[in-house]
């Protein structure tokens, strides 16, 4: 019966012209006697006849064509519509089955077709195919393959190698050939996690046989003989090609009772080992930052992380010789001074990427006077900093990214703008929170970075504080590059708009903790002038968020920027629930991403609205208390581009109407 795929039915085979003629000329003489409930029971009678003999069949072909284009996002939006129409007929569940079926996922399968025996008529001729197809796909299912034993050896590997460590383990236990298998399966312990699971203490029992392959060891586990043991292996040397050990806060917990061990294994690893990144979290510090320069000569990366406050974390550099092999260091401690990181660059530097984080000002005039070899610096930074891989290879020594706090204390402006001065030529991303410079000390900031420009970056987001925002905003002006955008709290958003006037669109723009609203035909200019850009790419992402200054007028010149695809808007209380709605329809053809989260004007007809976006593949929706489950009763019709779909802090919607709303695509749903 599955077979239909190949060969569906020709609709025209059975079909009886002359019966319908006949029957329209019935209607049409019905209607002239002016017998007009005769007439619409007749109607509705051929319209089904239609839909059930010609229409379903033709989408039937359709759906079954795209899906052996390999369309399957398609071909399921098509036997779902065909569900739609007649959701008391087979035809469309044995359609949507079989493609379920045709691609390998039986179990979804046989689940329509079940929910098809349960919605189609007894007398229906179609419910004996759904049986039929119930029944052939059952069979498949239950067939067993041992793809171990009858695969060539690459392929198995290549698809153990997909299992989660704890499903390998298991694999041990299914056969002698699954466990021969298993072990000779190199890939599969590249990665290996010792942890509290019981499957842990499997792989240590195992470890003989495949230590030889580990990689990539972390230890997360405060079980004694577990760490013992790790230990042991390591400092026999046995794990010959690790090139990279963790070790998380419960592994380091009375750590200073492995000390010695601890040092041994390090150095029994220290040719191949490259990567070390380990959490003290508030236990004591055994081996400090130093006697890991000092035992681990051929390290590149260190990730060295401490919260206890009686902890000399860093340690005594003064017995290390310099480091020739880091290039990567990420620390994370109690209180980290400027003489602290003047003997860690003494000791190394060669370092490309700093981050530290827990640092008092008195680094960034360290780091400003250090060779010019750094090139990643984070600053007391919450945000994930970029690996030295975003790095495009430059023969121009300098910073080229800089991420400071995220709002907080403001760093002063006297501390960053060295930095940020020395460093302008090279800077192609810019994340500066920059506290406000005293009225006092303008003119004097004024007159030293007169010259100041960022003229190769790319992204830049700054707080817009009194005093500081000025001198940034001249930074960019001229600038025919920059891509993103972001402002914080600004103080004056006139002079940021008539700012970005002067430059080409960004593609990216933010906007954040804006409360004056007295600048709103500012920014709507700014959006008509993006809306008629020709000479160039224009604005394609906005985010606005916690803005006062926004309305409906705005949103309005947002909807002409014929460019835009991505737009968030979070808590922006002067938007009115008919300006959003006009803004939607808008843009529905064009958005392929919008969160819309905290907005209290945000009710069940905007989600009806959304259902006809054509491009839209991520959908989030958070803190909207007036939106409930009514808004997702009828399914999107967009299915086949929705990929991700987001619905949280909602308390009217459930979660059981948001999975059914979108069942006719392959889209991932999370309802926190």
Same mark, same amino acid.
């Given at each position: ?160 190698? *997909? &299992?989660?460590?704890? =499903?390998?383990?298991?694999? +041990?236990?299914? #056969?002698?050939?699954?466990?021969? %298998? ?109 006697? *890991? &320069?000092?035992?681990? =000569?051929?390290?590149?990366? +260190?990730?060295? #992380?401490?919260?206890?406050?009686? %902890? ?128 006092? %000390? ?231």
């Amino acid at each position: 019966m599955l077979s239909s795929l190949d060969n569906p039915e020709n609709p025209f085979q059975h079909f009886d012209y002359s019966a319908l003629k006949e029957q329209n000329n019935l209607v049409c003489k019905l209607m002239k006697g002016k017998q007009y409930a005769e007439a619409t029971l007749l109607a509705k009678e051929s319209i089904g006849r239609t839909i059930s003999q010609i229409v379903l069949p033709l989408m039937s072909i359709q759906a079954s064509g795209l899906a052996q284009q390999g369309q399957l996002d398609a071909a399921h939006a098509c036997a779902e519509s065909m569900i739609n129409y007649a959701p008391d007929l087979a035809t469309g569940y044995v359609r949507k089955g079989a493609i379920y079926s045709f691609y390998g996922q039986q179990t979804r399968a046989i689940e329509v077709f079940n929910e098809g025996l349960k919605m189609c008529k007894v007398n229906d001729k179609q419910r004996e195919k759904l049986l039929e197809a119930k029944a052939e796909v059952t069979e498949i299912s239950q067939r067993k393959v041992d793809f171990v034993s009858q695969f060539p050896r690459e392929i198995s590997d290549a698809i153990l190698m *997909l &299992l989660s460590q704890e =499903t390998r383990t298991e694999c +041990l236990y299914v #056969s002698r050939c699954w466990r021969d %298998a298993m072990l000779q399966c190199k890939n599969a312990w590249r990665y290996v996690t010792l942890s509290g699971h019981p499957m842990s203490n499997v792989i240590m029992d195992i470890a003989p046989f495949v230590h030889k392959h580990f990689e990539h060891l972390t230890i997360d586990t405060k079980d004694v003989r577990m760490r013992a043991a790790c230990l042991k292996y390591l400092r026999s040397n046995q794990y010959c090609s690790i090139h990279s050990l963790t070790l998380t806060a419960s592994a380091t917990q009375n750590f200073e009772l492995f000390l010695t061990k601890f040092t041994l294994a390090l150095n029994a690893v220290k040719g191949t080992l490259s990567t070390v990144s380990i959490d003290y979290g508030y236990h004591p510090v055994a081996a400090t930052l130093a006697d *890991l &320069l000092m035992t681990c =000569t051929n390290l590149t990366t +260190l990730s060295f #992380s401490a919260a206890n406050p009686r %902890a000399a974390p860093l340690g005594d550099f003064s017995w290390v010789d310099e480091h020739t092999a880091l290039v990567d260091l990420q620390v994370d401690t109690v209180m980290i001074s400027g003489d602290d990181i003047k003997q860690v660059f003494e000791c190394c530097r060669r370092l490309r990427r700093l981050v530290v984080n827990n640092c008092d000002h008195s680094v960034l005039d360290v780091i400003n006077k250090m060779p010019k070899e750094l090139q990643i610096l984070g600053y007391n930074t919450d945000r994930s900093v970029p690996p030295l891989s975003s790095i495009v290879d430059s023969e121009i020594p300098g910073l080229r990214k800089i991420y400071t706090n995220d709002g907080g204390a403001a760093i002063p402006a006297g501390a960053i703008m060295p930095i940020l001065y020395n460093n302008m030529v090279t800077l192609d991303t810019v994340f500066a929170d920059i506290a406000p410079i005293p009225e006092s %000390a303008v003119r004097q900031f004024d007159e030293m970075y007169y010259d100041f420009r960022l003229a190769n970056v790319k992204s830049f987001t700054f707080w817009g504080a009194k005093g500081i925002q000025p001198i940034l905003l001249r930074a960019i002006s001229g600038h025919t590059g920059l891509d993103t955008l972001s402002i914080v709290h600004s103080h004056d958003i006139k002079a940021v708009t008539a700012a970005l006037k002067e430059i080409p669109p960004v593609q990216n723009l933010r906007i954040s903790h804006v409360r004056n609203s007295r600048h709103v035909l500012r920014l709507v200019e700014l959006f008509n002038k993006y809306a008629q850009y020709q000479e160039g790419p224009s604005l394609k992402s906005i985010t606005l968020l916690q803005c006062g200054t926004v309305n409906d007028d705005i949103l309005q010149a947002l909807a002409d920027i014929p460019t835009l695809e991505q737009v968030t808007l979070t808590n922006l209380y002067n938007i009115t629930t008919h300006g959003l709605q006009v803004f939607l329809n808008k843009v529905a053809g064009r958005l392929t991403h919008l969160t819309l989260s905290e907005m209290l004007m945000v009710t069940d007809t905007h989600i009806g609205i959304l259902r006809d976006f054509k491009k839209l593949t991520t959908l989030e929706l958070d803190l909207l208390p007036n939106l409930t489950s009514h808004a997702f009763e009828t399914p999107f019709v967009n299915g086949y581009t929705l990929k991700y779909l987001r619905v949280r802090r909602c308390p009217a919607v459930g979660s059981a109407q948001i999975h059914s709303c979108v069942r006719a695509c392959s889209c991932t749903v999370s309802t926190e």
